[in-house]
């Protein structure tokens, strides 16, 4: 089965994705989401909480386990995708666009080129 | 094989014309009558109108629709759900048995006895100088056992410097709960290739910022960790402690202790190992006990006995208090009953026989159990089904299913454990079951349970739009 992977943002070995261009929006990607599951909680920071490339910054759970978020580069966060925690569902069903966790404002615009390309993540997952 | 097909009721409503007995005494009091104040009166309540005979007829309909131990066999592993002999219930229900817990120690001599046996009994099982019986559960005695350790780092002016508590990537989930309770940074070890700790690991984590590592052993695939002198000396050789998790002492009861071994703090399950009955929410006992040296900063009051008298003593260093008095009264009475009536022998015999009969059935069965020789209990995989499913369709055959996906060491993990408490032919009826499991096609695993009350649950659904009272139901 293989998995959309868009080519406009980049990723982590543990499956998130962030946009590259403003706003810089993360989530998880779609080979994520369908290893998980159906998704049934999803625990974001505060707007204002800094999160730091490579440590967790939230926690995902499904109905066959609970993962933590790894956060792709370091920075301050902006806004929230509030509508994840009434319909969590949205990570399943658009895990590009409506199913987006947060958006942050990046403390090093250089960070990006230490990710993954789509290229590189689709070899790793398939 | 046998057939099974578990009760289910499905109640109407009532028309309500027969009143309950007692209330067949027209005696009226009204909220005058009383010295309740105005605002904490009401004139009525709302409760379903139903006979007696119908309140019941509908509890115990409830308890057919329900499956526990006093049902059948319940393999759950890791929990040791073992059968609870009615005579501690007795014991517990005398009327003796019922003391307030101020009750001055003077007059509370017999109560106290009972404690202080118990502290020497359990001292003399795990190996240990000193124990207490405070806690209110495991967990809760988990807790204590690190906040003793916490205790004997600031003791030794070390209390900032030793920030980390190892745990195995296989312990039970509360060993890293409680050491993050305690403001501990937990450092997760990897397992070697046989499912034991890997000592180079170990050797590599170990350091001056090491608090204590806690281990269970036999270890949650039923293993006995072999090693553990090796471990112990690199733990003690670091400055940290080593800490027993007592959840699988079943296995050992009577044959080997933890005091031996090296450990210098641990936990007793007095629900798994002594067959008290499981909380559920409580209440629940969790001792801990202590090698020598660590007695002082036990909880306070400890139970001394000077001459024949018996009083409670505040250790030098304590703690604190972890729980009201001295823990759950009747809990820890249940405990002392179990063991009396089993003595040395019959402990020595429960090890053996929990031992023996999870081997029995890992034999009876034909799924791959990848990792042994094991004690009490096994982990076998489900192979190319999901356990969650394979559980379900064991349901199916009457039995409870064991517990699934963990460790994550196996694939799709089956955790068993039978208990000491189980006979050969029900032990035949839990293989039967797997059995018929195995050769089931995947079809029918999927649409299962179907014999049970309560059908295949929609699990999404459920954890999205949690329904957690009766209220919400009409929503």
Redesign the interface.
């Known amino acids: 089965m293989s998995f959309d992977v868009p080519s406009d943002r980049r990723y982590l070995e543990s499956h998130e994705w962030t946009t590259t261009d403003d706003p810089i929006r993360i989530g998880i990607s779609a080979f994520a989401q369908d290893e998980l599951g159906d998704v049934v909680f999803v625990e974001l920071p505060d707007v204002g909480e800094s999160i730091a490339a490579g440590e967790t910054f939230g926690v995902v759970e499904s109905i066959k386990a609970v993962s933590d978020l790894y956060a792709p580069i370091s920075g301050e966060v902006t806004a929230v995708n509030e509508d994840l925690f009434n319909a969590p569902e949205l990570v399943n069903e658009d895990p590009y666009g409506e199913g987006w966790m947060i958006e942050i404002d990046p403390d090093d615009d250089a960070a990006f080129e230490d990710l993954l390309s789509a290229d590189e993540y689709r070899e790793q997952i398939e | 094989m046998q057939r099974h097909r578990q009760a289910k009721w499905d109640e109407t409503e009532s028309d309500g014309h027969e009143p309950l007995l007692a209330e067949k005494d027209l005696t009226r009091h009204e909220p005058s009558d009383t010295y309740l104040p105005d605002d904490l009166t009401r004139d009525g309540v709302e409760l379903p109108s139903i006979s007696e005979p119908e309140l019941v007829r509908h509890y115990t309909r409830l308890s057919q629709m329900n499956y526990g131990i006093d049902s059948g066999p319940y393999p759950l592993g890791s929990c040791t759900m073992k059968y609870n002999p009615k005579f501690t219930e007795d014991i517990a229900g005398q009327p003796a048995a019922a003391v307030h817990p101020d009750r001055d120690p003077e007059l509370a001599q017999g109560t106290l006895q009972v404690y202080h046996e118990l502290q020497d009994y359990l001292s003399r099982i795990g190996g240990m100088s000193a124990v207490t019986l405070q806690p209110p559960a495991g967990a809760a005695g988990e807790l204590t056992g690190i906040l003793v350790a916490k205790a004997y780092h600031e003791h030794n002016d070390e209390g900032d410097q030793r920030e980390e508590i190892l745990v195995p990537a296989s312990a039970h989930g509360t060993n890293f709960a409680s050491a993050a309770m305690a403001g501990y940074d937990i450092v997760e070890l990897p397992a070697d290739d046989d499912g034991r700790v890997d000592l180079d690991a170990l050797s590599e984590a170990v350091g001056d910022s090491t608090a204590a590592l806690m281990l269970t052993n036999p270890n949650t695939l039923g293993l006995f960790e072999r090693d553990i002198e090796e471990i112990a000396t690199i733990v003690h050789d670091a400055g940290g402690l080593l800490y027993y998790d007592g959840a699988n002492l079943n296995a050992l009861l009577g044959r080997a202790r933890p005091g031996d071994m090296g450990f210098d703090v641990m936990h007793f399950n007095v629900h798994k190992t002594f067959a008290t009955p499981h909380g559920g929410g409580g209440p629940g006992a969790g001792p801990i006990g202590v090698r020598e040296g660590l007695e002082k900063f036990l909880p306070s009051p400890q139970v001394r006995v000077d001459g024949d008298e018996y009083t409670l003593v505040e250790p030098a260093e304590s703690i604190g208090k972890v729980h009201g008095s001295m823990g759950n009264w009747l809990v820890l009475l249940k405990t002392h009953a179990y063991i009396s009536r089993l003595g040395d022998e019959g402990l020595v015999d429960t090890s053996a026989k929990a031992v023996l009969n999870a081997n029995y059935l890992a034999e009876r069965i034909d799924l791959e159990v990848p990792f042994g020789p094991f004690h009490h209990e096994f982990v076998a995989s489900a192979g190319e089904t999901d356990a969650a499913d394979f559980a379900k369709a064991m349901l199916d055959n009457g039995v409870h299913p064991p517990t699934t996906?963990w460790p994550e060491i196996v694939d799709e993990a089956l955790m068993t454990e039978p208990t000491e408490a189980e006979s050969k032919r029900s032990l035949e009826r839990l293989a039967a079951a797997f059995n018929a499991v195995s050769e089931a096609d995947d079809d029918a695993i999927a649409a299962a349970p179907r014999m049970t009350a309560a059908k295949r649950i929609d699990?999404?659904t459920a954890?999205?739009d949690p329904k957690l009272s009766w209220q919400q139901l009409s929503d």
């Open positions: 996906k699990q999404t954890a999205r």
